[in-house]
Nanobody, 118 residues
């Protein structure tokens, strides 16, 4: 019954925006570190954002490939994490996964497809 469900993916033109959502059920996200990963066909999985648990300060980090374009945030009251993606590029095309971790748990969603093309 414990799961993460991603939504908000779709097809957009270069320069467009999408907001991905990751909703948790069966557990509370408050005390988990959250990361968004993406994986394109034939390529390794890449972490594109992370945010620490709210109790540890909610600090964020991004790789250079998305820094300045992607923003991760969390709404603990809604038990949901978001990934705002702006200025999308074709190389952002991938399946995006939400990951929640604490000391003993490692939960993954099923992924949502993001396609950026003209």
């Amino acid at each position: 019954q414990l799961q993460l469900v991603e939504s908000g993916g779709g097809s957009v033109q270069p320069g467009g925006s999408l907001r991905l959502s990751c909703a948790a059920s069966g557990f509370a996200l408050d005390y988990y570190a959250i990361a968004w990963f993406r994986q394109a066909p034939g390529k390794e999985r890449e972490e594109v954002s992370c945010i620490s648990s709210s109790s540890s300060g909610g600090s964020t980090n991004y790789p250079d490939s998305v820094k300045g374009r992607f923003t991760i945030s969390r709404d603990d009251a809604k038990n949901t994490v978001y990934l705002q993606m702006n200025s999308l590029k074709p190389e952002d095309t991938a399946v995006y996964y939400c990951n929640a971790r604490d000391l003993i748990h490692d939960y993954w969603g099923q992924g949502t497809q993001v396609t950026v093309s003209s």
